[in-house]
């Protein structure tokens, strides 16, 4: 990735908080500590959008992440996260993450092959129309 990603008109956003232990030797935000936030976002998302008895059959497993890193975060510093989906492929969604520091410049960003997974057949389902709707560009 090399291109700044730039939120989609329908993004899901919160806040992050770094707290003492996020901070590594080198006094900034630690790198996995970005991939939990890309993390705690998609799943804060999907339950933003759907309801208990719709998620209940469903799970997501990450098949591939791609993180960039361009500003170092303090401790001191309020970070604002962005996710949205991109392109649908069978069981797969693309999600991206944006994490901005309180100047609004882009800290991370991350780009996650997201596969649903039908948790009585333990295997990838197709994403339903309802899904793409609900998390699409459009939706």
């Known amino acids: 990735m090399s291109?700044?990603?730039?939120?989609?008109?329908n993004a899901f956003s919160m806040t992050f908080t770094p707290t003492a232990s996020d901070i590594?030797?080198?006094?900034?935000?630690?790198?996995?500590?970005?991939?939990?936030?890309?993390?705690?976002?998609?799943?804060?998302?999907?339950?933003a959008r759907t309801s208990p008895e719709e998620?209940?059959?469903?799970?997501?497993v990450a098949r591939r992440h791609e993180i960039d890193?361009?500003?170092e975060l303090r401790q001191d510093e309020i970070a604002t996260?962005?996710?949205?989906?991109?392109?649908?492929?069978?069981p797969r969604f693309e999600r991206y993450v944006r994490i901005d520091g309180p100047d609004g410049e882009m800290c991370a960003q991350s780009r996650?092959?997201?596969?649903?997974?039908?948790?009585?057949?333990?295997?990838?389902?197709?994403?339903m129309d309802w899904m793409v709707e609900r998390f699409s560009a459009k939706g």
């Open 55 to 60: 998620r209940a059959p469903w799970s997501w």
């Open 3 to 9: 291109r700044v990603f730039q939120p989609a008109a």
């Open 112 to 127: 996650t092959d997201w596969v649903l997974i039908d948790i009585a057949a333990r295997r990838p389902a197709r994403v």
């Open 81 to 90: 996260g962005y996710t949205w989906v991109g392109e649908l492929k069978g």
């Open 69 to 71: 890193y361009r500003r």
């Open 24 to 47: 590594d030797a080198n006094e900034h935000v630690n790198n996995v500590v970005y991939l939990a936030w890309a993390q705690d976002l998609a799943i804060a998302h999907w339950a």
